[in-house]
């Protein structure tokens, strides 16, 4: 090391000549450093991450009210309650898959289902709906559940785009005319 002359430098002031473990350390060492700043992290700005995919959709609300998650439908007159839970099913099935359905009950869940992100499913991001006629089959509860899961413990809220998505598309099926 005494030749007097400098070693040359590689990108970031690495240095060319240096071996392979104590730049791997140095890597390492960096990248934990950097990892820890206040304020740099999604969570601190303000947004939602999940592990290696980012973001949740900006549609995910988190909470544990059921009123945000809810919408309801009032039901149109004359509809008879075999009609009103056949369409309820029939607009569910349209785009979700249908778990439970109690038609004495005036009840249909959906099942959970994943979100397709670049045509593969990603089950850290989940949905599922649950619907129920109430008063007398006089009003349609509509309530979105929604899990995220960027932790062990998943994050718990519902989606609001699909939510008012198929709020929109029950009221004209079983919802009153304007």
């Not at 413990?153 to 009153?176: C, F, H, M, N, W």
């Amino acid at each position: 090391m005494g030749s007097g002359r400098p070693l040359p430098i590689f990108a970031a002031g690495v240095y060319w000549g240096m071996r392979l473990p104590p730049l791997l350390l140095a890597c390492a060492l960096v990248a934990c450093a950097s990892a820890g700043k206040p304020g740099t992290t999604p969570e601190a700005q303000g947004t939602t991450t999940t592990p290696g995919s980012g973001l949740a959709p900006a549609s995910f609300v988190r909470t544990t009210a059921d009123g945000p998650a809810t919408r309801t439908i009032e039901v149109r007159d004359g509809l008879s309650r075999q009609v009103a839970m056949r369409n309820l099913s029939e607009a569910l099935s349209q785009r979700y898959v249908v778990d439970v359905v109690d038609p004495r009950a005036g009840f249909a869940m959906t099942t959970w289902q994943a979100r397709i992100r670049d045509g593969i499913p990603d089950a850290r991001y989940r949905t599922r709906f649950v619907t129920r006629f109430v008063d007398d089959w006089k009003a349609l509860q509509v309530r979105s559940e929604a899990r995220f899961a960027r932790t062990e413990e998943p994050d718990v809220g519902y989606d609001s785009a699909q939510l008012d998505s198929l709020a929109i598309e029950l009221r004209t099926k079983v919802g009153r005319k304007p």
